[in-house]
């Protein structure tokens, strides 16, 4: 089963602007991570988050993470036409540490 | 750095026929995986390897088989190939099953089952 979804689904902004994608998962984690997927390639990771953390940055990324309400955000600055791609946040379950992703957010950057 | 290394690309099989999966990572990583990705399915889990010389079932291991042929190498086989098995198919390693450690993908096979 699914523990990480991610809203919402699709995304298209235009270039220059922010895009902020969220990921809600249902039980306790030990960290979460957000990873990129440009059509035809693998995923590629991005940012990890642990779960005694509340934000984390990376260059034009930023992360937030609320254990209390269960989500995080994933915010890309000034987006680039290289941002097109589709992103996941996979959760790492605190009491096996079973990687679940979600099912994505497919990203859209439009010149 | 190649990184995990998946052959082949892209294969095309008709039902019933059998092949091999091959993935190969030189980043000397103990844990490794193999996913499936389907359309507004996300990845799902088949089969990890924790370590060399262990293997265990994921989310959807029914049709499949691994195996860790060594520390660097986890194969997937399909034996008896099925149309629902046509997906992509991605293998990632990790430093450990454990720990604060991302995955590394390889770029996938994308499989075709007629």
């Known amino acids: 089963s699914q523990q990480g979804e991610e809203d919402p689904q699709a995304l298209s902004i235009q270039e220059g602007e922010n895009a902020t994608m969220n990921c809600s998962y249902k039980?306790?984690?030990?960290?979460l991570q957000w990873y990129r997927q440009n059509s035809g390639r693998g995923l590629v990771h991005l940012i990890l988050?642990?779960?005694?953390?509340r934000e984390k940055h990376s260059g034009r990324l930023r992360v937030t993470l609320d254990t209390s309400k269960k989500s995080s955000s994933l915010l890309i600055t000034a987006s680039r036409a290289a941002d097109t791609a589709s992103y996941f946040c996979?959760?790492?379950?605190?009491?096996?540490?079973?990687?679940?992703f979600g099912k994505g957010t497919r990203l859209h950057i439009l010149p | 750095n190649a990184g995990v290394t998946q052959t082949p690309k892209f294969q095309v099989l008709k039902t019933g026929q059998s092949m091999t999966l091959q993935c190969a990572q030189d980043?000397?990583?103990?844990?490794m995986y193999w996913y499936r990705q389907d359309p507004g399915m996300g990845l799902r889990l088949i089969y990890y390897?924790?370590?060399?010389?262990?293997?265990d079932k994921g989310e959807v291991p029914n049709g499949y088989n691994v195996s860790r042929l060594n520390k660097r190498e986890f194969s997937l086989r399909l034996e008896s190939a099925a149309p629902s098995q046509t997906s992509v198919y991605f293998c990632?390693?990790?430093?450990?099953?454990?720990?604060?450690?991302?995955?590394?993908f390889g770029d996938g096979t994308r499989l075709s089952i007629l």
């Open positions: 988050i642990r779960s005694n953390e």
């Open positions: 980043m000397n990583h103990n844990s």
């Open positions: 996979a959760t790492v379950r605190d009491r096996d540490d079973k990687i679940i």
């Open positions: 990632a390693s990790r430093v450990d099953r454990v720990g604060n450690q991302p995955q590394h």
């Open positions: 039980t306790s984690i030990n960290n």
């Open positions: 390897s924790a370590s060399e010389g262990t293997t």
